[in-house]
């Protein structure tokens, strides 16, 4: 009886110091994260929650969404480059698919180009090699041409846009560095009557208050501006954010404790098993 007492003392002072170093006694918000967890499973939590060290993701919603980019002369052949880099990462935050994402590129400078359909390409892969194969216009910047072609020819049903009816959201980004060569009032509120959500991203030398005059409101979310193209990709995870449906809390295990945990589920099966062995003794000595 004595050694069987001895051994469980033991085993509980191990259990208890190494409780002792997986919670963090001076944080009461990490306490009650892991008490929580052990309440919900009705056992020893199988990681230690921190609260501060969640990561999110998140899955687009649906849309309808065509780029259009202005590729003017002010547009250097590098600079033109890092646009086709920062469609590319945007198609790869999306959930494309034919009940998903559908995406098309329209390509403006004084004329303009819609390189291809919303129906045209329904995988990430072929929406990416097809914009790595756009090149450059030249010229002039006709923003207010390239807005009406893409209500009129792009987000139509013939081009691939799902009907109103499966109340698929119409998205349009522009990205431009220049002052449009024609007006954009007009046709930005025409679009955006007709149910497009436009965001105007602009470039260096882009005009701020042409972007506002395009984009929906309100116009903090909808108008985006940075200094150079060279950081235009920084913008890839703002509109992930503001496109994200449905965001998922991935819990990262910030000291690694699998090991310990591991241990203190051993611990406490070896009580039990300890407990059990000598309830069959007694029995056996009755």
């Known amino acids: 009886m004595k050694s069987f007492i001895g051994s469980l003392v033991y085993c509980l002072s191990l259990l208890l110091v190494d409780l002792c170093e ?92 819609i390189e291809f359909l919303l129906k045209n390409h329904l995988t990430k892969d072929s929406i990416k090699q097809a914009i790595n194969r756009i090149e450059p216009l030249a010229a002039g910047t006709m923003t207010g041409m390239a807005i009406k072609k893409a209500m009129d020819e792009a987000f139509i049903e013939k081009s691939g846009a799902r009907p109103k009816s499966k109340n698929i959201s119409k998205v349009a980004i522009i990205v431009t560095d220049g002052r449009p060569q024609d007006q954009v009032e007009e046709v930005s509120a025409a679009a955006r009557a007709s149910g497009i959500e436009i965001y105007a991203v602009g470039v260096d030398r ?11 409101n309100p116009l903090e979310d909808h108008v985006f501006y940075v200094e150079t193209y060279g950081v235009i990709e920084k913008l890839t995870s703002k509109f992930r954010e503001t496109l994200c449906e449905v965001k998922v809390e991935i819990v990262q295990d910030p000291c690694m404790c699998e090991a310990r945990l591991a241990f203190q589920r051993q611990t406490q099966t070896s009580l039990q098993d300890l407990n059990v062995e000598q309830m069959e003794n007694m029995l056996g000595r009755m």
């Open 22 to 113: 997986s919670y963090d006694f001076n944080n009461p918000s990490h306490i009650l994260a892991q008490s929580y967890a052990q309440r919900r499973n009705h056992a020893l939590p199988h990681r230690t929650l921190n609260p501060a060290a969640t990561d999110s993701q998140c899955r687009s919603r649906p849309l309808d969404l065509v780029f259009i980019i202005d590729s003017s002369r002010s547009v250097r052949p590098g600079e033109f480059e890092k646009v086709k880099i920062f469609l590319a990462d945007m198609v790869d935050t999306l959930d494309v698919g034919p009940d998903a994402t559908r995406v098309a590129v329209v390509n403006y400078a004084s004329t303009v180009k």
């Open 206 to 216: 882009a005009d701020k208050q042409s972007l506002k005059l395009m984009a929906s």
